[in-house]
């Protein structure tokens, strides 16, 4: 049959069936998209739900293990992110310090908050936020701090295992931790590091104090303040004795021994201090002699026996603090220096008692009205004859019936109206109310 004359050219049933391609690979893509979309919202709500940071084999990718289990295939970092848990037997026991503590089960991927009594097993993980801290109990003897932005993973003993071989401890992936054993105590504490391995030890005679820091870069400062610590990686092993310490580098260098920074001499609180308080914290004043070679110093005071409940934990450059939030309670306080951003033994603690000391110093304002009209204002009151008095942070003269006047200049609409009294002793008491001009 003839082609009919009137019909379309065939480039224009070309061109609809290219249109009609364009508009599914167009569905096709929006679909694309919306799936993309979909999973990026999915992995926000992951990042909301779980704590951001390296994942766990990212952290122990570095990891270099040294001592008896390197004539074994499997390191501790391959145990750790084993699937399957180990015995079912609690290794330690979980003390929440500072809330911000997160506690993952071993195999796991999910954390979840974390309270104190918590039991801990083998590959159990523990993390602290920016104002988190936690201890970790190996039994009555043996308590490791972990402070605030610090990632660490229990090891407890394995099935048949040489205690010696494979000891308690855990490892420390990330930030700053204090260990302490009570007493002789003979199987040693075992402190996985990324490039190393630190086998903490007490004294035939007393206890022992440590202090390990592991940085972003995977370095990491080992301090022994009592007992001793072998530290090995590489295998080299190195002895550090009390009042030294030694750094590790990324790639396993171990530095040579150095002694920690001398105690600062404390002068003031004098021990066994008593600081009175009226209606605002008393403004104390710690001072100690400086270092040599010190940069810093670090002030410390706490309620309770072996500084449990930190109350101040300041850094500072010069050898004086002031500080006015200690409420009524007694205090133990101390100070260490810092020298390389490593931190010596701290001085001899002192007692500071903070007591309440009767009543108020006297002072009372005339009540003024509820709204002012016009931009001055005359301020009356009383006040003890031998108190400074301050209203609007201006000093006004007190008169010998303790009476004062002073007259202040307002802005339109509200203004605080604010008068201090305060005595010789630095004790004070305030008066506060907003005063509403119109003018």
């Known amino acids: ?39 990026s919202g999915f992995l926000a709500l992951l990042s909301v739900a779980f704590p951001p940071g390296d994942d766990m084999r990212t952290l122990m990718s570095g990891l270099r293990l040294t001592g008896p289990r390197e004539a074994s295939n499997r390191s501790l970092a391959a145990e750790l992110l084993d699937p399957i848990a180990s015995a079912s037997s609690p290794v330690a026991k979980l003390t929440v310090k500072r809330r911000d503590v997160k506690r993952r089960l071993a195999g796991q991927i999910s954390w979840s908050r974390a309270s104190s009594g918590l039991e801990l097993h083998d590959r159990d993980a523990v993390q602290t936020g920016p104002d988190g801290q936690a201890t970790i109990e190996f039994g009555p003897k043996v308590a490791v701090q972990v402070d605030e932005n610090a990632l660490v993973v229990v090891s407890g003993l394995h099935l048949e295992a040489d205690p010696i071989d494979s000891p308690r401890g855990l490892l420390l992936l990330q930030g700053d931790l204090s260990a302490q054993i009570r007493g002789s105590y003979q199987a040693p504490i075992l402190v996985e590091i990324p490039a190393g391995r630190a086998l903490l030890q007490s004294a035939s005679s ?136 490593i931190e010596g033994a701290p001085s001899v603690p002192r007692r500071l008692t903070v007591t309440r000391d009767g009543d108020l110093l006297p002072l009372r304002v005339e009540p003024p009205p509820a709204e002012i009209d016009g931009s001055r204002f005359t301020v009356r009151g009383y006040a003890d004859t031998r108190a400074r008095v301050y209203v609007m942070a201006q000093r006004v003269e007190v008169n010998r019936d303790g009476s004062f006047e002073v007259e202040v200049r307002l802005k339109p609409g509200a203004n605080l109206l604010l008068v201090e009294a305060v005595d010789p002793a630095g004790h004070s008491s305030y008066w506060s109310q907003v005063l509403r001009a119109k003018f």
């Open 1 to 39: 049959m003839a082609p009919d004359p009137a019909a379309p050219p065939s480039k224009v049933t070309g061109r609809s069936r290219l249109s009609g391609t364009g508009k599914l690979l167009l569905e096709v893509f929006v679909a694309i998209v919306m799936t993309l979309a979909c999973f």
């Open 206 to 341: 007393g206890t022992a104090d440590f202090r390990i820091d592991v940085a972003r870069d995977r370095t990491a400062s080992v301090a022994v303040l009592g007992g001793s610590l072998e530290l090995s990686a590489n295998g080299r092993k190195v002895h550090i004795g009390p009042r030294q310490f030694s750094r590790v580098g990324t790639g396993g260098e171990i530095q040579e021994p150095r002694p920690l920074p001398d105690a600062p001499a404390v002068l003031e609180p004098a021990d066994e201090s008593s600081v009175p308080y009226l209606d605002l914290p008393p403004r104390v004043t710690f001072r100690w002699s400086a270092v040599e070679g010190a940069d810093r110093y670090r002030v410390r005071a706490a309620k309770g026996p072996a500084f449990s409940e930190i109350v101040l934990d300041e850094i500072v450059t010069a050898p004086s603090l002031s500080w006015g939030r200690l409420a009524v309670g007694s205090y133990r306080w101390s100070v260490a220096a810092i020298q390389e951003e």
